[in-house]
């Protein structure tokens, strides 16, 4: 069975999603264990944060453009 772009584009977005909320968690972890610094731990959250609302938009395109869609069979 063949993947169409837009659903390939969706799993992408959810496994950015996914990814982005393991690595919020994991950040958080290694902060209160004393692995990583303050400063790392900020930066690593801010852009772990940017990428889950990237892929959150993405997801929500998807889904607006798969409703707006005229065609019945799809």
């Given at each position: ?69 005229r065609r019945w069979w799809v």
């Amino acid at each position: 069975m063949r993947i169409e772009g837009r659903e390939r584009r969706e799993k992408l977005y959810i496994i950015g999603c996914i990814l982005a909320a393991v690595m919020i968690f994991g950040t958080i972890g290694g902060i209160d264990h004393d692995v990583i610094s303050m400063e790392q731990g900020i930066w690593q959250m801010m852009w772990s944060f940017i990428l889950g609302l990237w892929c959150w938009n993405g997801i929500r395109l998807e889904e607006t453009r798969a409703a707006r869609s005229r065609r019945w069979w799809v």
